[in-house]
């Protein structure tokens, strides 16, 4: 399997420093699942793994993921049976990674509720990219740019600037504010924030998002951010 592993950007080397969102990988060939979890890790996601059908969609219907990156060929239940049985309960944007040149498998993906296709061997730049896309998109976002107030986040470049001038959030920060601000007008609960930023590899608990939030309204203003008093956070 032809993997393009691109150095991760700038900034985004200590995958336990910027999880961004969390990630399911359905993948049964060892080698390639081993070497997409540390590509999307590297790449600043939070990932969990499935080398069957019958796992994948265990993981994938107890959790709240962000994505789900998905083989068709899987022992016990293939990545179309997944598909279909996650699809009758959730909405997790899916990417699917087809056999080459298997245009029937691409049409029955997107009949049967993927987001979107990848046609092995890809390019793992273009897998990223994708990602991100739907991401972006579930989320009804399809603008790399959301502005809230007067504070702008770059998704592609995970920069914020408030005012037009730019303001550094460590990766974590980040990855809060954006989270919340795909969510906007959702409150959002401080388990379900852990749930997206750590991995099931990850055993890391405190009250850190709490500081997180702290320090994020120091930078760019006290109302960024509202607290729902025992409920969570929120992006108005
Ligand atoms: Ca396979």
């Excluded at 303001?167 to 919340?180: D, N, Q």
């Excluded at 749930?195 to 009250?207: A, I, K, P, R, V």
């Amino acid at each position: 399997m032809l993997i393009d592993v691109s150095p991760p950007p700038a900034g985004a080397r200590n995958p336990a420093a910027t999880a961004l969102m969390r990630i399911l990988v359905v993948e049964d060939e060892p080698r390639l699942l081993r070497s997409l979890a540390k590509a999307l890790r590297e790449a600043g996601y939070a990932v969990d793994t499935a080398d069957a059908g019958d796992e994948g969609l265990h993981k994938a219907t107890t959790y709240d993921y962000d994505a789900v990156v998905l083989d068709v060929m899987l022992p016990n239940l293939d990545g179309w049976q997944l598909l279909e049985k996650l699809r009758e309960e959730k909405q997790t944007p899916v990417l699917m990674l087809t056999a080459r040149d298997a245009s029937r498998d691409r049409v029955r993906g997107l009949d049967t509720g993927a987001d979107d296709y990848l046609t092995k061997p890809f390019d793992l730049d273009e897998l990223l990219a994708r990602l991100r896309a739907i991401i972006r998109r579930s989320a009804g976002q399809a603008k790399s740019a959301i502005q809230l107030g007067n504070v702008t986040l770059d998704t592609r470049a995970r920069s914020v600037t408030r005012d037009g001038e730019a303001v550094t959030l460590t990766a974590r920060e980040y990855a809060i504010l954006e989270y919340l601000a795909l969510h906007r007008g959702e409150v959002v609960s401080r388990t379900t924030l852990y749930e997206h930023l750590f991995d099931e590899t990850d055993d890391t608990l405190s009250n850190l998002v709490d500081v997180h939030v702290f320090s994020i309204r120091k930078k760019l203003g006290a109302d960024v951010i509202a607290t729902r008093r025992g409920q969570g956070y929120c992006v108005e």
